[in-house]
């Protein structure tokens, strides 16, 4: 490399940065204040393209800027005020589901609105022509990018620090509790700061339209990418996401200046795993302070009753009929239902009773499908040895990774599972050679024995129903108990000897081992296998089933998974605008039961006995 | 001016408060004593709607005040400074004052910066220290300067007393008689008995969230039995 081509990256790098970093700090913002993590804050980035771009032909693309970015603001606040104002008391996770749904309903619109295709944006009038630096050709538009990123990072620094409302906003990012009993109108607060978090995303987009196509894909790569800027630089620090907007974009930069092009889908995510390790609240952040008080109170999990383990009897010995009646695709539709019954009560297992919310369990989900696709496909083991031996890759991956997780706790642990999960993705997506890259594994038959689908269907149902049995008896062993314990008070059950780190530690490790049965089963239930098996949609997949069922329940997973799996099924057959659906149904389930479908139910039933 | 009747309240399933009920009027202060955990502050965050009631009412001005969200408890007029101090660490102690800052009420008394500063010395020394960088005293002095700016009519003190050195104690009994003296009602938690003669009116006795005694500071003071039961450690 040049002295001048090192240059020229070190300017992409600065340019892209500059969007990175609007967005980023939207979303710390957000976070900082309302602690809501808000995934569809790409979405707002992707409708602020998809604004512009749609304005610009009208009336030029300098006022399609700011007017794409105040769209985006009253949407925003649209948002804020009719949907997350009526979950803020609900748990932390099922506002992440929430706006996880808004981005399945916006990405429908999207599609809706302006079709599937990728739409060029104009140039910048103006600034469409290059500039030569040090002997290299280079975009006025990105030197103007450049320089814009620096101004709204000093704009924000005087709006926080030399006015009244950020001084609030400060002072709620460090206590909600005490601003409100000092007269401080959340609301208010909470609207504001969310529809400047909108206003900056839609900026963030607009500007980029000269840059890139708005593209549908871009909602989720945009918000994973501000994930891990927020999170290295600490969540709610502007200048920290700045700092780390500026990290990443130079890194990425680099790699494709030195040719590692294909590093950049993993690189951001092995710089946040480096940084969460040595420093476990960002670059910039500092310890969370505690919850005071006794906090949230999980309800107990009760051993089930006698009456619930006759029902769960009963619709096992049910379904030990089903292919009796039924055949063909409902015994495949069953199949994949047992098989995300097991995948999401392992990860009930780590996040309800074992306290660790991961946002990446599909990695482990996805090992285990692998580990057997290549066992059988590469080695040529037999499928029964395939199937044994694949779900223990999963377990040591979650040993590996689990042992990094658990040192860290909240939002940062969560988004360390992310990362793993999409460096494990970004692994098997690039080995060409050994993993068949995007075009994953293919020809995965089971032996002959269990070709038929009835025979198929009866050994996941046999597996299914014995490692779900395991797992919750498991919870109701001293380990269960333990778990438990390291949960609700970490500092007591450190005091009365226990080693939490290690109870998480294998608690991670057994719902990594669990999750890859379920994996294994699925792959050679579909017969092929792609990267899509262990991607971030599958990980969201199992949050949201766990989430509907209810995370302090037993049986919900397993209610949960029948229930989404086959409105996932019945509506992507039917309706060609599925994923609004999902959503809506979702935030409807949201708004109405915050607790989960089976705990609104066990609350019912409760009050009916007081 | 304040009233509290029949309030039930907790932290989920565990309950704290049995039908407790207390009042207290302008220029009074009234401590509330009672052992450690026996509810005094969940009393106090229970009045200022920081958790939700399980029955009861709560009134300010005559005004039913249970089912107001915090912020709008706290612009009637009604003060609050935690146990904890929950100083603003990342902001200077004139920020953390804006935080507070409340437009001048018509019926309660006004605190402008430089009457607080005349009131705490100390503060007005150090207005752009980052409120992480004050000691424990300096916190405490701050968290009730926060509180007076929002010129409140009355005011719940949670413990003040507590974890401070006994010349910043006596500072603290001067500071809440320069509020009583300026006609706002003062609600009380306290611990420490001879901090609680020192300023107090009258007195109620809680243990395990109940009431067990009401009266006069100079009655407590002479009913050994009392004090022998529910204070002692």
Known sequence: MTYSSILIQFLNGLASASSLFLVAAG?????????????????????????????????????????????????????????????YGAPELLQALATFALVLVVKDYTLWQWGPEDILGPRAPGLDGAVTIAGNRFPEYDLFLIAFGPLVLAALWLLLKRTRWGTLVRAATQDREMASALGVNQRWLFTSVFTLGACLAGLGGALQIPREPATLLIDLSVVVDAFVVVVIGGLGSIPGAFVAAFLIAEIKAFCIGLGYSTLTLVIEFIVMAVVLVIRPWGLFGRKPVLPRGPGAIERPLTPPSRTVIAALVAVTAALALLPLAYGGYTLVLMVDILIFALFAVSLHFIMGPGGLHSFGHAAYFGLGAYGAGLLAVRAGAPMEVSLAFAPLLAGLGALVFGWFCVRLSGVYLTMLTLAFAQIIWSIVFQWDDFTGGSNGIVGLWPAPWLASKTAYYYLTLVSCVAAIALLWRVLYSPFGYALRAARDSPTRADAIGMDVRQLQWAGFAVAGLFAGIAGALYAFSKGSISPETMAVSRSVDGLVIVLLGGIQTLTGPVWGAALFTWLQDTMARNIDYWRAVIGAVILLLVLAFPQGITGFVAERLEQRRT | MLEVRGLNAGYGPAKILFDLALKAAPGEVVVLLGRNGAGKSTTLKSIMGLLRLHAGEVTFEGRRIDRLPTYRIARLGLGYVPEDRRIFTDLTVMENLEVGRQAPRADAPHWSPERLFTLFPNLGRMQDRLGGRMSGGEQQMLTIARTLIGNPKAVLLDEPSEGLAPVIVEQMAQTILEMKKSGLCVLLCEQNLHFAHLVGDRAYVIEKGHLRYSGSMAELERDDAVREQFLSV
């Open chain 1, 27 to 87: 979303l710390s913002l957000i976070f900082g204040v309302t602690r809501i993590v808000n995934f569809a804050h790409g979405s707002l980035y992707m409708l602020g393209m998809y604004v512009a771009v749609g304005l610009a032909g009208q009336i030029g693309f300098w006022w399609s800027v700011p007017l794409a970015a105040l769209a985006v603001a009253g949407f925003g606040a649209l948002v804020e005020a009719l949907l997350l104002r009526r979950i």
